[in-house]
């Protein structure tokens, strides 16, 4: 049971680049999230699907797109690279109708040139 | 949307003190507040949570007071050890709705 996964872990883009994070969980959690962490800001919520086929803004989603296409997989897409875009984002998880606790995957740590 | 402030930003106790961290949230119709603790490199992590409808909630050496009515809660650690030095996050929640978190508060045991 690995839990939450984030592909990769780091990463590197020039600005205008774009790229995929991927998160994967094992869970068979219906709910998932995507965070960045910023310094002094805490974490904060980007976009996020409560199941398949489905997502939803959060409180920084411009210049991000998701997609939900398998339960098990969310991934973050970015398709111009901005240098306010270098952070570290976490994927997170959790079931339904609750526990509500939230399981957190490692980490990426992207930075942007 | 909800606002969740957290403080202090850091606090550094002596091993075997206790510590605490205050976080104050704006809407009233959250109800469930958990807390994160962070380690260095590592993803955030469940040590403890507490619904509306309960005032405290022990686990061993921390526990979770919350009130409503002030709209404030506080997460309390005894007997602090050097392992407990990590990165602590409060959050507020709805029913089925997106987590709010506060800003954190980097917590230094000294042995």
């Known amino acids: 049971n690995a839990g939450v996964t984030q592909t990769p872990k780091f990463r590197v883009l020039k600005t205008g680049q774009s790229m995929t994070l991927l998160c994967a969980q094992d869970m068979n959690h219906e709910y998932m999230y995507w965070y960045r962490q910023d310094p002094g800001m805490g974490l904060r919520l980007i976009h996020y699907s409560v199941g398949e086929g489905t997502t939803a803004k959060g409180e920084v989603p411009d210049g991000y797109n998701v997609s939900r296409l398998k339960k098990q997989n969310f991934l973050l897409g970015l398709e111009s690279a901005a240098p306010s875009q270098t952070s570290v984002y976490f994927c997170a998880s959790r079931l339904a109708g609750g526990p509500y606790e939230q399981f957190f995957g490692p980490g990426t740590r992207l930075t942007v040139l | 949307g909800e606002n969740v402030e957290q403080h202090p930003s850091t606090l550094s106790v002596q091993e075997g003190d206790s510590a605490v961290i205050k976080c104050t949230y704006s809407?009233?119709?959250?109800?469930?507040f958990p807390w994160y603790k962070q380690e260095l490199g590592k993803g955030p992590q469940l040590i403890i949570d507490?619904?509306?409808?309960?005032g405290e909630k022990k686990d061993q050496r921390i526990a979770v007071t919350l009130n409503k009515t002030a709209k404030h809660f506080s997460l309390h650690i005894t007997e602090t050890q050097p392992e407990d030095s990590a990165v602590y996050f409060c959050?507020?929640?709805?029913?089925?709705?997106?987590?709010?978190f506060g800003t954190g508060t980097s917590l230094t045991v000294i042995p």
């Open positions: 959050a507020a929640s709805k029913p089925g709705n997106q987590f709010y």
């Open positions: 507490i619904r509306s409808n309960v």
């Open positions: 809407d009233s119709a959250s109800n469930y």
